[in-house]
């Protein structure tokens, strides 16, 4: 491992200071074995807007200037820029966290694990959903068999925009749902299907609906991501033999709710008579959870694995996996088929990666 640490603590650099960067800035400069945080920005409006609740944070308008100056890298940038960047500052023998997607493309995100490998750096990514409390919760009730026999899942991540410039929705919102489900059921999936439409945007799909399958456990899972949606949704269901689970990330307590209810099939013989199901009603429990921040938990263990060594929960493997089911859905999409995950993965190795060519940017018309 790369010595990082100076005497004086880590330098952290983020950079792609929007939205989401600057929850990086402020959640980075509370650790207190994180010495100094800065920022780069080519927007001045950004900086300035940085600068405004953080007067003395240092910036750069880019990456190569700045690099002298950091031992490790927040990468909160537009999605296609994200695989660039990594692989400068990782060359560089920098530590990178890199946001979600990992990657826009298959071939970017096996080229940032080997570079990472390579220069003996941390990569880690932004799946920040795995060190949500709720996310925490799901897993240990599948993981107990608590629901019993598992049914399926259903996630919907559905609001007004936020419409982004180089990636279509899949590749915006569904890598949050990917690795919560990869997560949740400890495996990763064997195949995927996508349907997915553009309506207000001519280039890029705005919604898409992908049926995600795993054989270990053997389950499905549906996924319904939006940007063109009335009303904002984040949810979760699992669905069991024996309790159902509902995991509302907009409500403000009670995220998840465990429903004991259940459906059973009624004697076989068909007496047209009698109702076909039977239908079990019991309490709704709404287990504690933790309060926590996950970002801020991400970006601790961020540098706790700089400064011990350890292999990040979110490696460079888990950003790997959700790439693959990301571009298996792409092709998916196009090609109106099922896409098996070891498929992308031979594409890969056969050197046919991006079977149709690489997008300049995510949407139909570029593939
Ligand atoms: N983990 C999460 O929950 C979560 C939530 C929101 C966004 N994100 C991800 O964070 C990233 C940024 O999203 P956002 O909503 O903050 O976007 P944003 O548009 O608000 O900010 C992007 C910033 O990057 C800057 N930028 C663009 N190209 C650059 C370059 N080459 N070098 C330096 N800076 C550059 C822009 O000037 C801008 O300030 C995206 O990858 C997004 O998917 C993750």
Redesign the pocket.
């Known amino acids: 491992m790369t010595s990082a640490e100076g005497p004086e603590g880590l330098r952290v650099g983020v950079?792609?200071?929007?939205?989401?960067?600057?929850?990086h800035v402020r959640t980075m400069r509370s650790l207190s074995s994180v010495s100094q945080v800065a920022v780069?920005?080519?927007?001045e409006?950004?900086v300035a807007a940085v600068r405004h609740s953080f007067p003395e944070v240092p910036a750069f308008?880019?990456?190569e200037s700045a690099l002298p100056h950091i031992d490790a890298l927040v990468?909160?940038?537009?999605?296609t820029?994200?695989a660039?960047?990594a692989c400068a500052a990782m060359a560089a023998g920098k530590h990178v966290l890199?946001?979600?997607?990992f990657a826009t493309t298959l071939e970017d995100a096996h080229q940032m694990v080997e570079i990472a490998s390579e220069n003996d750096v941390v990569l880690m990514v932004?799946?920040?959903?795995e060190y949500h409390s709720a996310v925490w919760a799901l897993r240990e009730m599948v993981a107990r068999g608590d629901l019993g026999e598992l049914y399926y899942l259903d996630t919907s991540r559905l609001n007004l925009g936020?419409y982004?410039?180089d990636?279509n929705v899949l590749f915006?919102l569904a890598?949050?749902d990917i690795s919560i489900l990869n997560y949740v059921l400890g495996s990763t999936p064997t195949s995927v299907e996508c349907w997915g439409s553009r309506h207000a945007h001519r280039r890029l799909e705005d919604i898409a609906y992908l049926r995600v399958c795993y054989d270990e456990p053997h389950v499905e899972a549906n996924v319904h991501v939006s940007w063109l949606d009335p009303c904002k949704v984040r949810r979760m269901t699992v669905v069991g033999s024996s309790k159902m689970v509902v995991f509302d990330d907009l409500e403000g307590e009670e995220r998840i709710r465990v429903h004991n209810k259940g459906v059973v099939q009624s004697d076989e013989t068909a007496d047209l008579t009698m109702p076909p199901m039977s239908y079990r009603y019991g309490e709704v429990v709404a287990p504690y959870l933790v309060v926590n921040e996950?970002?801020l938990l991400?970006d601790e263990h961020f540098v706790d694995c700089i400064l011990t060594g350890m292999a990040p929960l979110t490696d460079g493997a888990n950003g790997l996996a959700v790439v693959e089911v990301l571009e298996a859905a792409q092709l998916s999409m196009r090609e109106h088929r099922e896409v098996f995950i070891d498929e992308v993965r031979r594409s890969l190795r056969t050197g046919l990666a991006h079977v149709g060519g690489r997008p300049a940017v995510l949407g139909r018309e570029a593939v």
């Open positions: 950079v792609g200071i929007g939205y989401w960067g600057s929850k780069i920005d080519p927007s409006e950004r308008r880019d990456l990468i909160a940038t537009p999605p820029t994200h660039p960047l890199v946001e979600k997607p932004g799946h920040t959903f936020l982004q410039h990636v915006d890598p949050h996950p970002l991400e």
